[in-house]
């Protein structure tokens, strides 16, 4: 005979008794709202294969002339690894420029090139129809609820 414990069942969060849908999870329904925006994203970013994250970058730099790699980081939410790799790609694409902190040789400030600022102009102005459309269909006061809720979600790490 096995001393294996076979744990109990969790109690359903979703209001159904002893029913457990993966519909009504909250990590299912953030990845499917996340598969809608994904989707809008791309449809109105095109042929300018940049992604969420680059965009988050380009953006950034853009009101910033120029960021430490660390601080980039943190004010676009990646963890210092994502951010690098996400640095790097711009680099190599030739729309940001890395170069070594003057007064601190461990630190990597991070610009946009002429091209860089180009294309992040063209992307802030793309930004409000992405939310818009991935917004459709909910009201002013709905809108506001989600954005607040989600950001509060987000701050709980």
């Known amino acids: 005979m096995s001393d294996l414990k076979v744990p109990s069942p969790a109690p359903p969060l979703d209001g159904e008794s002893g029913s457990y849908r993966l519909e009504k999870q909250i990590g299912f329904l953030l990845r499917r709202a996340h598969q809608v925006a994904s989707d809008v994203f791309q449809a109105q970013i095109g042929a300018r294969n940049i992604t969420p994250q680059q965009f988050s970058v ?23 690894a994502t951010v690098l790799g996400v640095v790097q790609r711009l680099a190599q694409r030739g729309l940001v420029a890395v170069r070594t902190d003057p007064a601190d040789g461990r630190r990597r400030l ?33 809108k506001r609820d989600l954005l607040r809720l989600l950001d509060r979600l987000g701050q709980k790490h």
């Open 110 to 142: 991070v610009q946009l090139t002429r091209d860089g600022h180009e294309l992040a102009g063209e992307l802030v102005t793309i930004g409000p129809a992405i939310s818009s459309e991935t917004l459709a269909g909910f009201d002013e006061e709905e």
């Open 58 to 80: 380009l953006v950034t730099l853009l009101r910033n002339r120029e960021l430490g790699q660390t601080k980039l980081g943190e004010a676009v939410a990646m963890d210092p």
